[in-house]
């Protein structure tokens, strides 16, 4: 009686599903455990055959398995357990872990099942699993650079933006040395961080420079942590990069922008200043034309040999210089002050004879010659002289700063005619002439290959000269050097242009 009770509180108790059937399936006991796991109550189960727990195959081999196991002894599942699936009340199945015993009560066979729920541990692993499959999905797909390595600097995970970057596949560098990305001048930089990672540290927003697998350099910033096993144990780093070289190329130029505001704003104070000290000069320069030309007047009433007539002729230089001396100041006020556009009608010999003279102290201080061959009996032009020259002035200085390393460094700026409609300026110089790339997009803004260039100045060039309804353009096949040219418009035709 005792024990009848306490076998009866064992299988009620019993977290596992207990089921008991007779040789023929029926179900013989059925416990709350099994109430729980398949949701039909004991007298729904009880006294009915246990196939109605199995979906379908189970559901119709069941009585097939048990005849043939009375006629046969062969064991499938008795004795051994296996996986299976479970049907509940309502059509659903779990995966369920079964083991199946045989027992005996007067000349009656009984099975006992024991029902172990799979369906948490199941649902576990797949959700691990799909964890895992979208961690795997946001690292592949990321625009950073993601990878491990081991704490010896072996690779063991590459991501799609790696390959991108540094251009070597996963399978290329995984189990290689993390050292084929670094300059050979940075390799201590290495040895450096995995001490710290060996120390548990991270490492934050690192600059640095890594090498692609074309040996061109990329700037990154990098984010470093230690991996750690699952006992805590630190057994290698991974590595998040991001390609900063945009970045700091963005920021170099923002810089140069500053730096050449800074320039452009000191140069319109420079020019107030000019042209204010062009106005203080011009009156005693006014002045001492009267005086000397009244000095010369009262010479030329006295009669007095040799001295006198050198000192009228001193006269007329010194009254010739003040006049020069007054037209240079007035160009260079012209030139600083800050104005309108205005177009008047020029002779462009004399434009471009100006722009070269004021060329010439940049290019003879960088021992560059500037020859002019200006054509004869070119018709007027209609353009703002100053923009014309300023042009002039820019090509010159770019010619005389490529040609820093050329053996000869000569500029010649030539003019004609050029068809029955355009009058032309050629610049050309001896320096290396330009690679293809930059000869492309020449006249986009920010296209330059000097250290502290902007690359506006072609851009600003070009804007000038369309404005002035004419061309500017590097001239394709010349034999050495670089030579730029500028189409203008005739007086006539400018005037009628929109
Ligand atoms: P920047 O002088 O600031 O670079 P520019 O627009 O004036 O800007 O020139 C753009 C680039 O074109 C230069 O950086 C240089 O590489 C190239 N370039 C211009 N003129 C010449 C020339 N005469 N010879 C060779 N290269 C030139």
């Not at 704490?151 to 540094?166: H, M, P, Q």
């Not at 940075?186 to 690192?206: C, N, T």
């Not at 290698?236 to 130029?253: F, H, L, N």
């Not at 050198?310 to 006049?323: P, S």
Request: charged share 25%.
């Amino acid at each position: 009686m005792k024990s009848n009770a306490l076998f009866e509180a064992l299988i009620a108790t019993a977290v596992d599903g207990i089921v008991v059937i007779d040789a023929r399936g029926t179900v013989q006991i059925y416990n709350a455990a099994c109430e729980r796991l398949f949701g039909y109550a004991p007298d729904e189960v009880i006294g009915h055959n246990v196939k109605m727990l199995m979906p379908r195959p189970y559901r119709t081999e069941h009585d097939e398995y048990l005849a043939n196991y009375r006629r046969s002894k062969e064991k499938r599942i008795i004795g051994i357990g296996r996986e299976v699936l479970g049907r509940r009340k309502d059509a659903t199945t779990f995966p369920m872990y079964l083991s199946v015993g045989e027992g005996r009560s007067s000349e009656q066979a009984f099975f006992v099942g024991i029902i172990h729920d799979l369906s948490a541990l199941r649902s576990e692993k797949s959700e691990r699993a799909a964890l895992d499959r979208q961690l795997a999905n946001i690292v592949e797909s990321s625009e950073d650079i993601i990878l491990s390595k081991t704490l010896d600097g072996v690779v063991t995970s590459w991501n799609a933006a790696a390959e991108r970057i540094f251009g070597y596949t996963a399978q290329e560098i995984i189990g290689r040395s993390i050292a084929i990305i670094i300059p050979p001048d940075r390799l201590a930089e290495e040895e450096e961080i995995l001490k710290r990672i060996r120390a548990g540290e991270q490492i934050k927003h690192y600059e640095t420079v890594r090498r692609r697998k074309d040996g061109g350099e990329v700037a990154v910033s990098l984010t470093i942590s230690p991996v750690r096993d699952a006992a805590g144990k630190i057994i290698g780093a991974s590595k998040i990069a991001r390609d900063v070289t945009e970045r700091q190329r963005a920021e170099a130029k923002a810089a140069n922008l500053r730096a050449e505001l800074f320039h452009a704003s000191r140069l319109s104070a420079m020019g107030r200043m000019t042209a204010a000290i062009a106005h203080e000069v011009n009156q005693p320069l006014t002045a001492v034309t009267n005086y000397v030309n009244a000095a010369k007047r009262l010479l030329a009433a006295l009669e007095g040999g040799a001295a006198v007539s050198n000192a009228r002729e001193m006269m007329e230089k010194a009254v010739a210089q003040t006049l020069r001396a007054g037209s240079i100041i007035r160009n260079l006020r012209d030139f600083a002050e800050k104005r309108d556009s205005v177009r008047e009608v020029h002779d462009l010999n004399g434009v471009v004879e100006e722009a070269v003279a004021l060329g010439l102290a940049g290019a003879a201080e960088a021992n560059a010659t500037i020859r002019a061959n200006l054509g004869p009996d070119l018709p007027p032009v209609l353009i703002d002289k100053i923009q014309i020259q300023q042009v002039v002035l820019n090509l010159i200085r770019n010619s005389v700063e490529a040609m820093a390393d050329s053996a000869r460094r000569e500029i010649a700026v030539s003019t004609g005619t050029d068809g029955p409609d355009f009058v032309a300026i050629t610049i050309a110089d001896t320096g290396p002439g330009l690679p293809e790339e930059i000869a492309a997009r020449l006249f986009q803004p920010f296209t330059t290959t000097k250290d502290q260039g902007m690359g506006i100045g072609l851009n600003i060039c070009r804007s000038i000269v369309e404005d002035h309804g004419g061309q500017i353009w590097l001239m394709p096949d010349v034999e050495q050097g670089a030579t730029f040219r500028i189409q203008l418009p005739l007086a006539g035709l400018a005037e009628e242009a929109p």
